[in-house]
């Protein structure tokens, strides 16, 4: 039987323990018995281990919303609660949707307050478009002040709706995304009145 002594365990490298790792007769790093390498044909040292890497999920793409002010009479904007079995059911917002692919934007207004609401716009100007970051993803959303339009609001989808003076907004549970549209709106009634007189 062989025996081993000091000398012969520092050549080999006890089972377990980091060894030299040479190439063409050089010390190119540390491996241990429990790292898969090989040597290639040409000597130099490759690795036949495998790793799954994880890249970061590619976000989704931001969602194109458009929404609407219907105003009566009395100066009064509509607004609609969402309605159980949707996301955030219960809080109030604009009335509107997504647009489709390649839709245009007052061409979903037209679209969204005719399916929502049964109501035809003609005419509107746009108020403001921005961008919102929910946890779960981000929208960008094009506010319309609508001008024109016919027939009697009734809601489509189940929803609630109200007709609130713009001063009273902020009494009700609003999307964070739609609070933007509070201050707009004060300002361009307060300019619509100031103009009037």
């Known amino acids: 039987m062989r025996r081993r002594t000091p000398q012969s365990d520092r050549r ?20 241990s ?3 898969a390498k090989s040597m290639s044909s040409s ?10 890497v994880r890249l970061p999920a590619k976000p989704e793409p ?17 607004i609609a609660q969402r309605p ?11 009335p509107g949707g997504k647009l489709m692919d390649g839709e245009e934007p007052f061409a979903g207004l037209v679209r969204e307050l005719r ?29 319309w002040l609508v001008a024109d339009w016919s027939g009697e609001p009734h809601p489509h ?4 709706l109200a007709w609130v003076e713009p001063s009273r ?5 609003l999307l964070e995304a739609d609070r933007p549209i509070v201050e707009a709106l004060r300002r361009s009634v307060h300019a619509l009145v100031f103009s009037r007189r």
């Open 115 to 143: 399916e929502e609401l049964g109501v035809t716009v003609r005419a509107a100007t746009r108020l403001l478009r921005y961008s919102y970051r929910y946890p779960e993803r981000t929208i960008w959303l094009d506010m």
């Open 157 to 160: 989808d189940g929803q609630a």
């Open 62 to 78: 931001a969602i194109e919303v458009v929404a609407g002010g219907l105003f009566d009479a009395a100066g009064r904007v509509l």
């Open 12 to 31: 080999r490298g006890r089972a377990g323990e980091p060894r030299p790792l040479l190439t063409n007769g050089k010390s190119s790093g540390w491996s």
């Open 43 to 52: 000597g130099q040292c490759k690795s036949t281990s495998t790793a799954t």
């Open 33 to 35: 018995d429990s790292t």
């Open 84 to 94: 159980a079995g949707k996301p955030l059911a219960g809080r109030w917002e604009f």
């Open 169 to 173: 907004l902020g009494e009700h549970d």
